[in-house]
């Protein structure tokens, strides 16, 4: 039987990392977590042990850290760009490098509308995320969100769906519409100002999602995602995965009280999972 090495990668994941960006008038704070991973000539290092073609993941962790105070000052694409375009110019046996990026978000603390010049508070479970895959002649950047909250109380229902021995479900008209998305959209032409992009893009989202009248969460998702791809030309594609929050009517009937639709049970397990990939033709 003839055995080969198939598809590898290696490089360090979960570098913690921040910064104090100091304006004159008020710092700016950054915390990113970093994954490096290396694609190229690493067949001897699997098959004989020879480490002659390794960059030590340690090294690209501290390549993070150095290439962070001068390369890290404006958005998370910029840096990953700078790092992928670093490992894979410096290091010929590398042939391909993507970094990861995930940007935990703070708020500068407002108080009577003002605000703190170096006092932050937490933006919460939501993250910026980038993932940049760099060769010696091409870029791909993708751009998204992960852990974005959203609910609505109103607008969604549920409805003439398969119904089989199995179903206890019920029809619904209106109930409540909650998901955690992870959100990732692909640059066919990359952004002068990706941060902007990024402000856009979410707030797009966000209306989309407020406005819908929802038959389900596929069609929603669908409606996010095609909203996206209409109004930036320079996005080729969108991927958007929801999982329904269900927040399920509790039965008050059994103390002989009416639930006109205000009391509900939430779950967290199991739930429904809907992705899709929304491109262009
Ligand atoms: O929006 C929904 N889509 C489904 O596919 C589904 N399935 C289910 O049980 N509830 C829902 N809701």
Redesign the pocket.
């Known amino acids: 039987m003839k055995i080969k090495l198939g598809e590898n990668s290696y490089g360090k994941n979960a570098v913690q990392l921040s910064k104090i960006i100091r304006h004159p008038a008020y710092h700016e704070f950054r915390q990113v977590t970093v994954n490096v991973s290396l694609k190229g000539d690493f067949d001897e290092a699997h098959i004989t042990g020879d480490n002659s073609m390794i960059l030590p993941t340690d090294t690209q962790k501290n390549t993070v850290y150095a290439l962070a105070k001068d390369h890290f000052k404006t958005s998370i694409e910029d840096f990953a760009i700078y790092l992928a375009n670093y490992f894979v110019t410096t290091q010929p046996q590398v042939a391909a490098s993507t970094i990861e990026i995930t940007e935990h978000l703070y708020h500068r603390m407002q108080f009577e509308g003002v605000e703190h010049p170096h006092t932050y508070i937490g933006g919460g479970a939501e993250k910026r995320t980038t993932r940049v895959t760099k060769t010696a002649t091409k870029v791909n950047v993708q751009s998204g969100i992960t852990d974005l909250l959203i609910l609505k109380t109103t607008d969604s229902g549920?409805e003439k769906?398969i119904k089989d021995k199995y179903t206890t479900?019920k029809e619904t008209a209106d109930r409540i519409l909650a998901t955690k998305c992870e959100i990732n959209w692909t640059y066919g032409n990359l952004p002068a100002d990706y941060t902007a992009q990024f402000n856009n893009i979410r707030e797009l989202l966000l209306l989309t999602f407020a406005g819908h009248k929802s038959l389900?969460?596929?069609q929603t998702l669908y409606a996010m995602g095609k909203s996206v791809l209409e109004a930036y030309a320079g996005i080729s594609e969108i991927h958007l995965q929801m999982p329904?929050k269900h927040h399920i009517p509790f039965n008050l009937e059994q103390f002989d009280i009416q639930n006109e639709n205000e009391i509900f049970i939430a779950t967290d397990e199991p739930y429904?999972l809907?992705t899709a990939t929304v491109t262009r033709e």
């Open positions: 549920f769906y479900l389900s969460v596929q329904n429904g809907i």
